[in-house]
C-alpha cells in the first residue's frame, strides 16, 4: 500500500465512515500482501530479439519462419484477416474470438521477397517478413500501411513471463482511432495509453482517459488506406502514440509511431486491411456479431437515482406519463438488493415489486437491475453457501478464497473465466426474471468496488481457471467483465429462449458485442465531459462494440439546465439512450431543470420514437455487417483529410448527420459536410459537400442533416413505420435500407431495399426485390422538394 492509497483510504474514511474506511485499508494491505508472497520479483532479466533468419516452412495460409532465437508464424484466414505470431503463439485460446480461428485461405503461399525476407501474398494485403524480423503490412499495390519492427523481450532469469515491445511505424499522414472507449478520442493524438479496466474514480472530461473498455485494438486511417490492428493479449500494458509530421526535418516524412509495451503474454496479432466497413465486417468475423438488442432498449432508458424504491419508482414513470415524455425503461440501481443477499430484492422497499413490473410493463416500460459481480461474506444464504460448495470462487496462491471490501462489506467473487461458476451465476438471474425484470445491468465489474479507487479489488496474484488453462489475475483482469456478461447473457437466454437478453456492462474487452452493450459511466459533469461521451462511444463503435451511450448529464455534480439539455439532445442520437437521475438531492428528470428545458427535452425525447424504425433498422445492420451506428465523418471516405480530423459530428447509419452542441452559449456552430448534397431536417434547406457550414443552433435543438436521396424509416403519428425520403439532386438517385422488426424475439428480418430518383417533376420511390421493382407497401412522405440551396 503505497502512499496515494493512505490518502484515498482517508478520504473513504472520511465519507463512508470509520468502519468502511478500515476495511478498504485492511483490503488493501491483504492484496499487496498477497501478491508479495504469490508473485515472486522479477530480479534479473536477459533481453532477447528474433535474430537473424535461418529457415522457413511453408505451410497453409502461410507459414512459418525461423529465426535464431524466435520463429514467427503467418496465416491468412479464408476472410481475409491476416495473424502472425511469435515464439509459437497461435490464434487459439483467445477470448476475443467467436470460436474457432478461421480456416487458412489456402491461395495464400509464403514465397521469398527482396533483400533475402519472405513475403505472404493475400488478396487484400501482403505480408512481408525482413530477414531481422521485421513485418510490414502492404497494400496488394505494395503500398506500405503499417511496419512492426523486431520485437524485443525480456525474460527473468529466474524463470517467469517475459515482457515485450513491439515497435510500429505508420504513414506520415495517418490518424489513430479505437483502443476501446477513450475519453482521449475519438481521434488518439500523442499520449500513453494503458490498457488495463479501472472502475470508478475522478470522472474523466475530453483529453482525460477513462478506461473502463479498453482493449488493444487500433484503426489506422490514412491517405494510403485503412487497417485494424488487434493484439492479442489481455496482460496489462500501454500503448504510446505519435502521429506523424509530412515534410519534417529536412522534407523528409516522420512517420507515425506506436510503442506497445506488455507485462507478460503471448506476441500475436491480427490485422484487416480494406475500407472501414470492410474492416470491421472481417472483424465481427473473428470477435463475432454484435447482439441484436430488444427493440424496446432502443428507446428512452431512466436509471432511478440512489437506490431508488417503489413511490420513487412510481414518480418517475408517471412524471414522465403526465407530461407527454416517452419512456422505454427504468433501471434499478444495485441498492435495491438485500445488503447480503446479491440476488434478493430488498422487499422493504419493494413489497411488490413483481406486481409492480407487470403493471409497468404493461404501460410500455420494462425493468432492468443493476448486478454487481461481489457476493457478500454471509455464511447461510443461499448464493454464498452453494459458491462455497460449487468452488466457484476467486481464491489465491496459496489455495485461500480471495476477499475483497464491497458496498456490504467483506465480499468474494466469482471466477467467470471457469464454465462452470458461469453456468452457476447464469442461472442464478432466474430469479431477476421472476421479480418482472426485462435485463440486466453489469456495474464494477472489472471486478472493483468504490472502495478500491478504480482498481481491481482482486489481487494479482489471484488464481483463475482460465477455461482450464490456469492462470492469475494478471492475465484475467481485462476479461472478467467479458466472461461476466457472457455468464449473464447465456444464463438469460436459457431461461427464456424466446427473446432477445438485454446485458449492458461497465467494462469489457474485445469481443464484449456477442453479449450485450457497454455504458460509460466515467464521462464528467461539465461541458469537456458531453465532448468525451461522444468520443467513448465512437472509440467502442470502431472497436466493433455498437451499442454504447453514456449517462446523460454526466457523473460527478449537477449539471446546467443548457448542459442537461445540450446532452439530452446528443443522446438522442446515439445507440443507448440513458439518463441518471442522480441521488434525491440532486434530481435530473427533464422537470427539474425549469419549463423551458422540459419543452425542448420533449422535443428530443418525440424525436426518437419517431426514429426508432431507423435505430432498429441499424441494429440488424450492425448485426450482419459490424458497422456501429454511430460513424465519424470519414466513414465513407477515409481519403478525406478534413473529415479525419473531425471529432465533433458524426454519422448516424448512413443516411443522418449529427452535430452535436459542446460549447455553452451557442447558438451556432461550424459543421463539417462530406461530399453530396445535405438537407438541415428542420429548414429542409439544401447544403452541399464537401464543405464547411455555419447554421442555427437553437436552444430548441442541435443541427442534424438528411443525405440527399436518403430513406429513413420512421414512426408515423398513428405508430405506424413510414417511409421519409430526402429528395436526391436532380440527375442522381438514392436509396435505403430498411429492416422491420416483429418483435423481440430470434426470427430472421427481411432487408427491405428501396430506390428514390427524380421521374419528371416527382420524386418516385420503388422497391427492389429478387422478382424485380414495386411500389413500397408502406406510406411514403417526400421532404426536401423545395431545393432552397444556402449560400456559401
Given at each position: 500500500?503505497?502512499?496515494?492509497?493512505?490518502?484515498?483510504?482517508?478520504?473513504?474514511?472520511?465519507?463512508?465512515?470509520?468502519?468502511?474506511?478500515?476495511?478498504?485499508?485492511?483490503?488493501?494491505?491483504?492484496?499487496?500482501?498477497?501478491?508479495?508472497?504469490?508473485?515472486?520479483?522479477?530480479?534479473?532479466?536477459?533481453?532477447?530479439?528474433?535474430?537473424?533468419?535461418?529457415?522457413?516452412?511453408?505451410?497453409?495460409?502461410?507459414?512459418?519462419?525461423?529465426?535464431?532465437?524466435?520463429?514467427?508464424?503467418?496465416?491468412?484466414?479464408?476472410?481475409?484477416?491476416?495473424?502472425?505470431?511469435?515464439?509459437?503463439a497461435g490464434p487459439e485460446p483467445s477470448y476475443a474470438l467467436?470460436?474457432?480461428?478461421?480456416?487458412?485461405?489456402?491461395?495464400?503461399?509464403?514465397?521469398?521477397?527482396?533483400?533475402?525476407?519472405?513475403?505472404?501474398?493475400?488478396?487484400?494485403?501482403?505480408v512481408a517478413v525482413s530477414r531481422h524480423g521485421a513485418v510490414?503490412?502492404?497494400?496488394?499495390?505494395?503500398?506500405?500501411?503499417?511496419?512492426?519492427?523486431?520485437?524485443?523481450?525480456?525474460?527473468?532469469?529466474?524463470?517467469?513471463?517475459?515482457?515485450?515491445?513491439?515497435?510500429?511505424?505508420?504513414?506520415?499522414?495517418?490518424?489513430?482511432?479505437?483502443?476501446?472507449?477513450?475519453?482521449?478520442?475519438?481521434?488518439?493524438?500523442?499520449?500513453?495509453?494503458?490498457?488495463?479496466?479501472?472502475?470508478?474514480?475522478?470522472?474523466?472530461?475530453?483529453?482525460?482517459?477513462?478506461?473502463?473498455?479498453?482493449?488493444?485494438?487500433?484503426?489506422?486511417?490514412?491517405?494510403?488506406?485503412?487497417?485494424?490492428?488487434?493484439?492479442?493479449?489481455?496482460?496489462?500494458?500501454?500503448?504510446?502514440?505519435?502521429?506523424?509530421?509530412?515534410?519534417?526535418?529536412?522534407?523528409?516524412?516522420?512517420?507515425?509511431?506506436?510503442?506497445?509495451?506488455?507485462?507478460?503474454?503471448?506476441?500475436?496479432?491480427?490485422?484487416?486491411?480494406?475500407?472501414?466497413?470492410?474492416?470491421?465486417?472481417?472483424?465481427?468475423?473473428?470477435?463475432?456479431?454484435?447482439?441484436?438488442?430488444?427493440?424496446?432498449?432502443?428507446?428512452?432508458?431512466?436509471?432511478?437515482?440512489?437506490?431508488?424504491?417503489?413511490?420513487?419508482?412510481?414518480?418517475?414513470?408517471?412524471?414522465?406519463?403526465?407530461?407527454?415524455?416517452?419512456?422505454?425503461?427504468?433501471?434499478?440501481?444495485?441498492?435495491?438488493?438485500?445488503?447480503?443477499?446479491?440476488?434478493?430484492?430488498?422487499?422493504?422497499?419493494?413489497?411488490?415489486?413483481?406486481?409492480?413490473?407487470?403493471?409497468?410493463?404493461?404501460?410500455?416500460?420494462?425493468?432492468?437491475?443493476?448486478?454487481?459481480?461481489?457476493?457478500?461474506?454471509?455464511?447461510?444464504?443461499?448464493?454464498?453457501?452453494?459458491?462455497?460448495?460449487?468452488?466457484?470462487?476467486?481464491?489465491?496462491?496459496?489455495?485461500?478464497?480471495?476477499?475483497?471490501?464491497?458496498?456490504?462489506?467483506?465480499?468474494?467473487?466469482?471466477?467467470?473465466?471457469?464454465?462452470?461458476?458461469?453456468?452457476?451465476?447464469?442461472?442464478?438471474y432466474e430469479e431477476r426474471l421472476g421479480q418482472g425484470f426485462?435485463?440486466?445491468?453489469?456495474?464494477?465489474?472489472?471486478?472493483?468496488?468504490?472502495?478500491?479507487?478504480?482498481?481491481?479489488?482482486?489481487?494479482?496474484?489471484?488464481?483463475?481457471?482460465?477455461?482450464?488453462?490456469?492462470?492469475?489475475?494478471?492475465?484475467?483482469?481485462?476479461?472478467?467483465?467479458?466472461?461476466?456478461?457472457?455468464?449473464?447473457?447465456?444464463?438469460?437466454?436459457?431461461?427464456?429462449?424466446?427473446?432477445?437478453?438485454?446485458?449492458?456492462?461497465?467494462?469489457?474487452?474485445?469481443?464484449?458485442?456477442?453479449?450485450?452493450?457497454?455504458?460509460?459511466?466515467?464521462?464528467?459533469?461539465?461541458?469537456?465531459?458531453?465532448?468525451?461521451?461522444?468520443?467513448?462511444?465512437?472509440?467502442?463503435?470502431?472497436?466493433?462494440?455498437?451499442?454504447?451511450?453514456?449517462?446523460?448529464?454526466?457523473?460527478?455534480?449537477?449539471?446546467?439546465?443548457?448542459?442537461?439539455?445540450?446532452?439530452?439532445?446528443?443522446?438522442?442520437?446515439?445507440?443507448?439512450?440513458?439518463?441518471?437521475?442522480?441521488?434525491?438531492?440532486?434530481?435530473?428528470?427533464?422537470?427539474?431543470?425549469?419549463?423551458?428545458?422540459?419543452?425542448?427535452?420533449?422535443?428530443?425525447?418525440?424525436?426518437?420514437?419517431?426514429?426508432?424504425?431507423?435505430?432498429?433498422?441499424?441494429?440488424?445492420?450492425?448485426?450482419?455487417?459490424?458497422?456501429?451506428?454511430?460513424?465519424?465523418?470519414?466513414?465513407?471516405?477515409?481519403?478525406?483529410?478534413?473529415?479525419?480530423?473531425?471529432?465533433?459530428?458524426?454519422?448516424?447509419?448512413?443516411?443522418?448527420?449529427?452535430?452535436?452542441?459542446?460549447?455553452?452559449?451557442?447558438?451556432?456552430?461550424?459543421?463539417?459536410?462530406?461530399?453530396?448534397?445535405?438537407?438541415?431536417?428542420?429548414?429542409?434547406?439544401?447544403?452541399?459537400?464537401?464543405?464547411?457550414?455555419?447554421?442555427?443552433?437553437?436552444?430548441?435543438?442541435?443541427?442534424?442533416?438528411?443525405?440527399?436521396?436518403?430513406?429513413?424509416?420512421?414512426?408515423?403519428?398513428?405508430?405506424?413505420?413510414?417511409?421519409?425520403?430526402?429528395?436526391?439532386?436532380?440527375?442522381?438517385?438514392?436509396?435505403?435500407?430498411?429492416?422491420?422488426?416483429?418483435?423481440?424475439?430470434?426470427?430472421?428480418?427481411?432487408?427491405?431495399?428501396?430506390?428514390?430518383?427524380?421521374?419528371?417533376?416527382?420524386?418516385?420511390?420503388?422497391?427492389?426485390?429478387?422478382?424485380?421493382?414495386?411500389?413500397?407497401?408502406?406510406?411514403?412522405?417526400?421532404?426536401?422538394?423545395?431545393?432552397?440551396?444556402?449560400?456559401?
Amino acid at each position: 500500500m503505497d502512499g496515494r492509497d493512505l490518502v484515498r483510504s482517508m478520504k473513504t474514511v472520511g465519507s463512508a465512515g470509520l468502519s468502511q474506511g478500515l476495511r478498504t485499508v485492511r483490503a488493501a494491505w491483504r492484496r499487496r500482501r498477497a501478491d508479495a508472497a504469490g508473485l515472486p520479483p522479477r530480479g534479473a532479466e536477459r533481453a532477447r530479439a528474433p535474430g537473424p533468419m535461418r529457415e522457413v516452412e511453408p505451410g497453409p495460409g502461410g507459414g512459418v519462419v525461423r529465426f535464431g532465437r524466435s520463429e514467427l508464424r503467418v496465416l491468412v484466414a479464408v476472410n481475409g484477416a491476416v495473424f502472425w505470431g511469435w515464439d509459437g503463439a497461435g490464434p487459439e485460446p483467445s477470448y476475443a474470438l467467436a470460436g474457432r480461428c478461421p480456416e487458412p485461405d489456402s491461395r495464400a503461399v509464403l514465397e521469398p521477397d527482396k533483400d533475402g525476407g519472405w513475403r505472404v501474398v493475400a488478396e487484400r494485403a501482403t505480408v512481408a517478413v525482413s530477414r531481422h524480423g521485421a513485418v510490414e503490412v502492404r497494400t496488394p499495390g505494395g503500398v506500405v500501411l503499417r511496419r512492426e519492427l523486431p520485437p524485443r523481450w525480456w525474460e527473468p532469469v529466474d524463470g517467469g513471463p517475459a515482457r515485450w515491445t513491439q515497435r510500429s511505424e505508420v504513414a506520415a499522414d495517418a490518424r489513430f482511432f479505437g483502443l476501446g472507449g477513450r475519453s482521449a478520442g475519438p481521434r488518439l493524438r500523442e499520449g500513453t495509453y494503458r490498457l488495463w479496466n479501472t472502475g470508478p474514480q475522478p470522472p474523466c472530461g475530453a483529453g482525460e482517459d477513462a478506461r473502463s473498455v479498453t482493449m488493444p485494438v487500433q484503426m489506422v486511417v490514412a491517405d494510403t488506406g485503412t487497417h485494424l490492428v488487434f493484439h492479442d493479449n489481455a496482460w496489462d500494458g500501454t500503448v504510446a502514440l505519435r502521429e506523424g509530421v509530412e515534410g519534417a526535418g529536412s522534407g523528409h516524412d516522420r512517420p507515425g509511431r506506436s510503442v506497445l509495451r506488455m507485462a507478460g503474454g503471448p506476441l500475436r496479432c491480427w490485422v484487416v486491411v480494406g475500407t472501414p466497413a470492410r474492416v470491421l465486417l472481417a472483424w465481427a468475423s473473428l470477435t463475432g456479431a454484435p447482439v441484436l438488442p430488444p427493440a424496446w432498449a432502443l428507446g428512452y432508458q431512466h436509471a432511478l437515482g440512489g437506490s431508488g424504491d417503489e413511490p420513487d419508482m412510481r414518480r418517475v414513470v408517471a412524471g414522465h406519463r403526465e407530461r407527454g415524455l416517452p419512456l422505454d425503461a427504468v433501471h434499478v440501481g444495485m441498492g435495491h438488493a438485500d445488503a447480503q443477499q446479491v440476488f434478493t430484492v430488498d422487499g422493504d422497499r419493494f413489497p411488490k415489486l413483481h406486481v409492480l413490473a407487470e403493471e409497468l410493463r404493461g404501460e410500455g416500460v420494462r425493468l432492468v437491475s443493476a448486478v454487481e459481480p461481489a457476493v457478500p461474506v454471509a455464511p447461510g444464504t443461499a448464493v454464498y453457501d452453494n459458491g462455497v460448495r460449487g468452488d466457484v470462487f476467486v481464491r489465491d496462491a496459496a489455495g485461500a478464497v480471495v476477499r475483497g471490501v464491497g458496498r456490504p462489506g467483506n465480499v468474494v467473487f466469482p471466477d467467470f473465466t471457469h464454465a462452470g461458476a458461469r453456468e452457476w451465476w447464469g442461472g442464478l438471474y432466474e430469479e431477476r426474471l421472476g421479480q418482472g425484470f426485462a435485463g440486466v445491468w453489469h456495474d464494477l465489474d472489472e471486478p472493483t468496488s468504490f472502495a478500491a479507487f478504480g482498481e481491481s479489488t482482486l489481487p494479482r496474484s489471484a488464481r483463475h481457471s482460465l477455461e482450464g488453462r490456469g492462470g492469475d489475475h494478471r492475465e484475467a483482469h481485462n476479461v472478467y467483465a467479458l466472461c461476466m456478461a457472457r455468464a449473464g447473457y447465456e444464463g438469460l437466454r436459457a431461461l427464456a429462449p424466446g427473446g432477445r437478453p438485454f446485458v449492458l456492462s461497465r467494462s469489457g474487452w474485445a469481443g464484449m458485442q456477442r453479449y450485450g452493450g457497454v455504458w460509460s459511466g466515467d464521462a464528467a459533469t461539465g461541458w469537456p465531459g458531453l465532448r468525451a461521451s461522444l468520443a467513448l462511444v465512437m472509440g467502442l463503435g470502431l472497436c466493433g462494440v455498437p451499442y454504447a451511450g453514456p449517462d446523460v448529464g454526466g457523473s460527478g455534480g449537477r449539471p446546467s439546465p443548457e448542459l442537461y439539455l445540450r446532452w439530452l439532445q446528443l443522446a438522442a442520437y446515439l445507440p443507448l439512450f440513458r439518463a441518471h437521475a442522480g441521488p434525491r438531492a440532486e434530481r435530473r428528470e427533464p422537470w427539474e431543470f425549469g419549463p423551458e428545458v422540459l419543452e425542448y427535452a420533449r422535443v428530443a425525447l418525440v424525436e426518437r420514437r419517431r426514429l426508432l424504425p431507423y435505430f432498429v433498422t441499424l441494429a440488424h445492420l450492425a448485426r450482419r455487417t459490424g458497422a456501429p451506428y454511430v460513424r465519424p465523418l470519414w466513414w465513407s471516405a477515409p481519403e478525406d483529410r478534413a473529415s479525419r480530423d473531425c471529432e465533433d459530428a458524426f454519422l448516424l447509419g448512413d443516411c443522418l448527420l449529427v452535430a452535436p452542441v459542446f460549447c455553452a452559449g451557442a447558438d451556432r456552430r461550424a459543421v463539417r459536410l462530406p461530399r453530396g448534397r445535405w438537407y438541415d431536417v428542420v429548414t429542409e434547406r439544401a447544403y452541399e459537400g464537401p464543405a464547411q457550414v455555419v447554421v442555427d443552433a437553437p436552444l430548441a435543438r442541435i443541427p442534424v442533416f438528411a443525405r440527399a436521396g436518403a430513406v429513413v424509416p420512421v414512426r408515423g403519428e398513428d405508430g405506424a413505420p413510414e417511409l421519409e425520403v430526402w429528395a436526391p439532386a436532380r440527375g442522381r438517385t438514392g436509396g435505403g435500407l430498411v429492416v422491420p422488426d416483429a418483435g423481440d424475439g430470434w426470427a430472421e428480418a427481411e432487408i427491405e431495399r428501396y430506390v428514390s430518383r427524380w421521374e419528371g417533376r416527382r420524386v418516385v420511390v420503388e422497391r427492389e426485390g429478387e422478382d424485380g421493382v414495386s411500389e413500397p407497401s408502406r406510406p411514403v412522405r417526400v421532404r426536401g422538394l423545395a431545393e432552397r440551396s444556402a449560400q456559401m
